[in-house]
């Protein structure tokens, strides 16, 4: 969501999947500051200069995005775990831009790998964008080729 803060009149509608909307929360929250490895990661990428974070964590621009908004996220993440959406939606809201989606899914993480919750997922995201950009898609079933449980795979 950085780039719709940043670009404000680049982009037609955003989608944050599993982001960090709230830098110093990455030293808070989830299973990179619970190893002094992960700390001086976060130290080296991120830096420890409270105003530096705040300045560059989309949370904090939330007024400068002004497009639609579908925010995503895995109920089990440790990563970015979901308070950082939370984070994200609440800022979004403050700002008078309620997201049009703000779904959290149960039994998943850093990314959706349930092809069930896939489905639903990617389902609602095409329809998101096919509302703000347009065009349409077509939802088939997969050859056995195109899965790789062909024969020879």
Known sequence: LMGVAKEPNLYKCAVGYVGVYDLPTMYTDGDIPQRASGVRYLERVIGRNSAVLAERSPAQQADRIRVPVFLVAGREDVRTPPKQTEIMNRALIAAGNTPEE??????????FYDEANRLTLYTKMFEFFQRHIGGSVEVRQATPAETGTGIGN
């Open 102 to 111: 703000f779904y959290i899914q149960s039994g998943e993480g850093h990314g």
